[in-house]
Each structure stands twice: as C-alpha cells, then as structure tokens.
T-cell receptor, first 114, second 115 residues
C-alpha cells in the first residue's frame, strides 16, 4: 500500500491566488512527522514545512501552511498569495517514529501563471 | 553557514565504469542519508549512515552499490560497473540527530548519466 499519496500530478494557479496541494498518508505508528519539499527546475530539494503527529496546531511558515487533519490522515500544503517563483514540483514526505528514512510521494507539479 | 554539499553536480559514465558520489553534511550534522530519484518520480531512500557506521541500508541494491561515511571526510556513494538503469539524480541529506521531528536538509544532488 502507498504510504504517501499525492493525487494531483499537476496544478495551475494564478499569481496572487492561494492553492492547496493534497497529500494523504498511511501509517499505524502514533509518532510520525510530515514534511513538504519544493523542487524547482534547477533540481535541488528545498525544505518548506514540517508537521509532527503530536502537534496540536497546524504548522505555518510564511506563505506556507499545512492543513493537518489527523483523523483523515491528510496533510495538505496551502500556499497563499502565489508567486511566479512558486512554480515547481512539490513533494510530501513522511518519517515514521521507528525508522530513519523519509518516504516520498510522487509529487505535484505546480504552475503559477500571471 | 554552508548547506549540504554534493559533488560532482553532473557525472557521465560509460557502462561498466565506476561512479563515486560525494556528500559533505551540514556543519554539526552527523547523520547522512542517500536517496535516488528516477526521472519523473519521487525520491527513494537508499541508505542511512552515521560516522563510520551504516545504520540502515534497506534501500540499497544488493549488488554494485556501497556507501561509507568515514571518520574524516565526506560520505561516498559508490556504484560499480554502472548500467543505464543507474541513470538518476542522487541526493544526499543530513540531519543533526535521528528523531521523527528532525528535518533532513538536502544537497543539490548529483545527476548521473550512464551512456
């Protein structure tokens, strides 16, 4: 079974609008961490935001926020006030409490248009 | 405060040659992870190392691939007798310690092309 599922292969958003990128996960471990990374066309992996399974509040980092719905096992990334520079691949990843590795989804390609 | 360094950024090898990929973790980080990204796919875990120890190599192919993180110097991912299917981007990440809350910071990756 897929541990991390990103169902949107591609998304379009107009500049200055908000966009939500979906991510669902599957784990039976009560302790886990959820991460979002951005991969621009230059190829590097840029850490955006982290949410811990025991965190009571949704994580926020500038224009990025994580809509964490534990019962639904979803951790959607919300980007507010999109900018042209936000065009990139976005990967959701999970780290379970008893392992060291990150498990990545297949990614969502976001295109921001003027 | 330098980030994770990887070199070379691009590497071209012919089938049968060896590829050596280097990774220097962020200052203060003693945990290194290697991931592979095939074209149009997400990253897949390969191996996790601490200084002089391989902690988890569950994602490493059984043959031709090896990794080390010596006491001094960078971590090395070595691929012997490369084949076309090894063509991918190889990313190294580092973190200060192991905990579900610890963020792994990635290097820029090495793009390996096997001709």
């Amino acid at each position: 079974a897929q541990k991390i599922t990103q169902t949107q292969p591609g998304m379009f958003v107009q500049e200055k609008e908000a966009v939500t990128l979906d991510c669902t996960y599957d784990t039976s471990d009560p302790s886990y961490g959820l991460f979002w990374y951005k991969q621009p066309s230059s190829g590097e992996m840029i850490f955006l935001i982290y949410q811990g399974s025991y965190d009571q509040q949704n994580a926020t980092e500038g224009r990025y926020s994580l809509n964490f719905q534990k019962a639904r096992k979803s951790a959607n990334l919300v980007i507010s006030a999109s900018q042209l520079g936000d065009s990139a691949m976005y990967f959701c990843a999970m780290r379970e409490g008893n392992t060291d590795k990150l498990i990545f989804g297949t990614g969502t390609r976001l295109q921001v248009f003027p | 405060n330098a980030g994770v360094m990887q070199n070379p950024r691009h590497l071209v090898r012919r089938r049968g040659q060896e590829a050596r990929l280097r990774c220097s973790p962020m200052k203060g980080h003693s945990h290194v992870y290697w991931y592979r990204q095939l074209p149009e796919e997400g990253l897949k875990f390969m191996v996790y190392l601490q200084k002089e120890n391989i902690i988890d190599e569950s994602g490493m192919p059984k043959e031709r691939f090896s990794a080390e993180f010596p006491k001094e110097g960078p971590s090395i991912l070595r691929i012997q007798q490369v084949v076309r299917g090894d063509s991918a981007a190889y990313f190294c990440a580092s973190s200060p310690r192991t905990d579900p809350t610890d963020t792994q910071y990635f290097g820029p990756g090495t793009r390996l092309t096997v001709l």
